[in-house]
T-cell receptor, first 114, second 114 residues
């Protein structure tokens, strides 16, 4: 089965610090997503990305968050100044043709903000 | 807007007995529906998906789900539970825009006792 990978698996940071979470999607996938799951809660959509621009973002995705795909392979989520409430599992997901494929999830990055 | 409601936060079964995890959906479009499984400290794995083909969908590990439009339901079943089925199960609907933003239910934790 195709695999989306994410690094790091676990990131611990101090409040106010910047973090970058990385995702390597499957090579032929065109649509990319970030979701997060706060401990004990449901998975929430953050942002979708297509053709090198954000196609949709949730209300969670404020000015502290940004995404990019700088080199055509890695897909990154940056949090500029982390808050305690940013502590969560962050999942990257990707899929290919519109309406014809399955959304594949990475294993997640557990972000802990102290 | 799309939404899913998972009717049980926890389901407990004995090994070898049937599993039923309930999900109702709300959608303005003809929905795509999914079940994902999350084992402890693991990522999200697709169990099965419905995308307007056959209403009875078979997935991995012996799971299946039936799409019932009249009841707006997409319940997940398995004839005989195995200890390894213990996990969190998420019913998911896509938003129908073609970008397939996923909307997750709150999850059902399946407990399997010997």
């Amino acid at each position: 089965e195709p695999e989306v990978t994410q690094t790091p698996s676990h990131q611990v940071t101090q409040m106010g610090q910047e973090v970058i979470l990385r995702c390597v999607p499957i090579s032929n996938h065109l649509y990319f997503y970030w979701y997060r799951q706060i401990l004990g809660q449901k998975v929430e959509f953050l942002v979708s990305f297509y053709n090198n621009e954000i196609s949709e973002k949730s209300e969670i995705f404020d000015d502290q968050f940004s995404v990019e795909r700088p080199d055509g392979s890695n897909f990154t989520l940056k949090i500029r100044s982390t808050k305690l409430e940013d502590s969560a599992m962050y999942f990257c997901a990707a899929f290919g043709e519109r309406g014809t494929d399955t959304q594949y999830f990475g294993p997640g990055t557990r972000l802990t903000v102290l | 807007a799309q939404s899913v409601t998972q009717l049980d936060s926890h389901v407990s079964v004995s090994e070898g007995t049937p599993v039923l995890l309930r999900c109702n959906y709300s959608s303005s479009y003809s929905p795509s529906l999914f079940w994902y499984v999350q084992h402890p400290n693991k990522g999200l794995q697709l169990l099965l998906k419905y995308t307007s083909a056959a209403t009875l969908v078979k997935g991995i590990n012996g799971f299946e789900a039936e799409f019932k439009k009249s009841e707006t339901s997409f319940h997940l079943t398995k004839p005989s539970a195995h200890m390894s089925d213990a996990a969190e199960y998420f019913c998911v609907v896509s938003d129908g825009t073609g970008f397939q933003k996923l909307v997750f239910g709150t999850g059902t934790r399946l407990l399997v006792s010997p």
